[in-house]
């Protein structure tokens, strides 16, 4: 029976040691004697893994284990040890150990103590090789440091967001676009929502939305930052949905503000490249219209004036003269208009005070237009002056003027700004709280013979005429409008500090006074012009008329000796033209007094009047009286 029961018991343990040697690691009985001692009375053959040694060499005394651990970790080791001793609670222990075959391992225990009769202690534990685990929890802690110094270092805010929880990260980035901390933006999941533009917030909704069934959401919209700034998102996103069906999302925002601006200004200024050279085209277009127009018109007009007088007054034929110098009369200043859109250099250049110009302007207004309208000035006092042409201006600024008032067939207030702007620019602002404009008159509004007005009442040439004033002097023009908002235009011109170079008056020598009938010698190369200019002076008694086709013609018959009292010389002919023939011409004759004819009275026509003594400017077109007038003034009338 004895026998028997050893058998079991042999068998028992052969049993266990089997066990034991399966079991991953090392399966041991530690005892710690009172003196200090201790040992491994039973370890698994695991043992020569574990600690590279036999369960053999440790069973007296455990000192080779010891000596196999790493130094940094000797004392918690020997300290967790002797607390486990101490209060019998459960031993656990992380720790390296350095093997003469394997090096630097990692090592794990756990033990259960127990107290002995003679005090010693004995724990049954396990030691396990941890070192994969802990290599793949160092390599999981350096991508994730990677990935949080990537996060938060690139200049984008990436985010994590549920659509249950709402948000789970944010970058710390998000701060520097949204101007609200990751934290706020935790706390509360609708305030990025809240700050995406109104306007834009259907469709980020509807790319929300659709997120689930898409690769990639990319969308770009408007947010106002916690500083209530807009500024422009880009924001990638892609979505993943959870097995409990919450649906993950991954996204980055950045800010693309400086791209949005930069593209929108090339529109602009690609659209206001197109607008001028369009406005160019049709200005050099329009010159050209109007100089035979004006030789046109000025043919009716010098027809009908010289008949009229010779028609007794009232009589029927004398009506029909009458409304036809009425009506070329019409047709002349929308001409001037036209000249006006297409000159390119103003006519004059003196320094000029424009809050005194629009003081005029003011007054003039305040009188002619009825009581409806209210004038308000706001003008800066010590405003710079500008080199320009004050007519001119004074025009330019009439037409403004008068469609705002136009825009105010109720009533309104009607503004006169001006102010000094960056270092060398001043500003006016024409302003009026009328019915403002469309998109697609705004557009169009400057475009010349652009009316929204009826018949007889507009012409469509006042703003596209304040245009070309501006940009004859250098300046910038921008109109602002929108129905039912009134309308401001807002001028800009660059200012002047020096002392302008005022243009030399043209005065008109004294000249020798023929009596009676004058001798006329009359170059102009258009046949219409010739005729009724003849006819004219014949009305006014100068029969004496010899023609000129060109300039060549009229040298060569003063050469040939042909001794006129007074010469019209048209400015625009083929050939060597007013400007080439003029010089010449009073080397042959230096006292023959000349009206230049033109209907451009510019810059160049002013110039060559000043520099030939006996030159008077004669403008286009002309009728009877203004001929007679004319001949007045230097003193052949
Ligand atoms: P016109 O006054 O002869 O029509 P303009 O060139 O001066 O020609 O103006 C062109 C068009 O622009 C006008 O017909 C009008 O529709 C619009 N417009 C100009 N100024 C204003 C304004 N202050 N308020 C509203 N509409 C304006
Ligand atoms: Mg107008």
């Given amino acids: 029976e004895r026998k028997q029961a050893e058998l079991e018991v042999d068998q028992s343990h052969s049993l266990l040691a089997n066990l034991a040697s399966l079991v991953p690691g090392v399966v041991y009985q530690y005892r710690l004697y009172p003196d200090g001692r201790s040992a491994f ?65 990692w090592r794990w225990s756990q033990a259960h103590p ?17 070192t994969e685990r802990k290599q793949m929890d160092e390599t999981l802690r350096e991508s994730e440091a990677r990935f949080v110094s990537m996060a938060e270092n690139s200049p984008v805010a990436i985010y994590r967001y549920s659509d249950r929880k709402g948000g789970i990260y944010y970058s710390p980035r998000t701060q520097d676009l949204l101007g609200y901390s990751p934290k706020q933006l935790l706390a509360d999941p609708m305030l990025w929502q809240r700050s995406i533009h109104p306007e834009d917030l259907p469709k980020v909704k509807a790319a929300m939305e659709a997120l689930p069934s898409m690769v990639e959401l990319d969308t770009e919209y408007r947010i106002r930052d916690a500083f209530g700034q807009e500024k422009w998102f880009r924001d990638r996103a892609t979505s993943c949905r959870q097995p409990d069906g919450e649906l993950i999302i991954d996204g980055v925002a950045m800010d693309i503000t400086g791209l949005h601006r930069a593209e929108e200004e090339k529109a602009k200024l690609q659209v206001q490249l197109q607008q001028s050279q369009k406005m ?66 103003p006519a004059e250049n003196s320094k000029l005070n424009m809050n005194e110009i ?48 136009d825009a105010m067939p109720e009533n309104g207030t009607l503004t006169l700004h001006t102010r000094n702007v960056d270092s060398d620019w001043i500003e006016i602002v024409v302003e009026d709280t009328g019915m403002g404009m469309p998109k697609e008159v705004l557009e169009k509004a400057m475009e010349p013979l652009f009316t929204t007005k009826g018949v007889g009442k507009g012409t469509g040439l006042g703003l ?71 006819m004219i002076l014949e009305v006014l008694g100068h029969t004496a008329v010899t023609t000129a086709q ?25 050939g060597l033209g007013g400007m080439g023939t003029l010089p010449r011409l009073r080397m042959l004759r230096p006292a023959l007094p000349v009206l230049l004819s033109t209907g451009r009275i510019d810059q160049t026509a002013l110039t060559l009047a000043s ?21 007045e003034g230097i003193g052949l009338g």
């Avoid at 050099?284 to 004006?294: E, K, R, Y």
């Avoid at 237009?369 to 003008?379: G, N, R």
């Avoid at 043209?506 to 012009?529: N, Y």
């Fill in 358 to 405: 629009l003081k005029e302007q003011v007054t003039l207004l305040e009188r002619t237009t009825l009581a409806k309208v209210h004038m308000e000035i706001d003008m800066e006092p010590e405003l710079r002056p500008i080199l320009g042409d004050a007519s001119a201006l004074t025009h330019a600024f009439m037409n403004l003027c008068v469609n705002a008032v």
């Fill in 464 to 534: 596209s005429l304040v245009f070309s004033t501006v940009k004859a002097h250098r300046g910038q023009m921008a109109i602002e409008s929108e129905p039912g908002q009134g309308t401001r235009v807002m001028l800009r011109f660059p200012a002047c500090e020096k002392e302008a170079q005022v243009a030399a008056p043209a005065v008109a020598e004294a000249t020798l006074i023929p009596q009676g009938a004058l001798k006329v010698l009359l170059v102009d190369d258009d046949e219409l012009i010739q005729s009724s200019v003849r």
């Fill in 114 to 130: 127990q107290r002995m009769e003679d005090g010693s202690t004995l724990w049954h534990g396990i030691i396990l090789d941890i």
């Fill in 550 to 574: 060109s300039g060549e013609e009229a040298l060569a018959l003063l050469e040939a000796g042909v001794e006129p009292d007074l010469v019209i010389l048209d400015m625009n002919m083929p």
């Fill in 41 to 105: 009375p039973y370890s698994s053959p695991g043992m020569n893994d574990i600690y590279e040694v036999t369960p053999e060499e440790v069973r007296i005394d455990a000192t080779p284990v010891f000596g196999r651990l790493h130094p940094d970790d000797y004392d918690s080791v020997a300290e967790a040890i002797k607390n486990s001793a101490l209060t019998l609670e459960e031993f656990f222990c992380e720790f390296r150990v350095i093997l003469p075959r394997q090096g630097l391992r």
């Fill in 611 to 631: 520099a030939h003594p006996g030159v008077t400017l004669l403008p286009k077109p002309f009728g009877l009286r203004e001929l007679q007038k004319h001949l």
């Fill in 280 to 345: 160019e085209s049709l200005g050099t277009l329009a010159g050209g219209v109007a100089h035979d127009m004006n030789n046109v018109l000025g043919a009716i007009l010098g027809m009908a004036s010289a008949h009229i007088g010779t028609q007794p007054y009232g009589s029927p034929l004398h009506q029909s003269l009458d409304t036809i110098c009425k009506a070329t009369e019409r047709g002349g200043k929308m001409v001037k208009s036209l000249l006006g859109f297409a000159r390119q250099s």
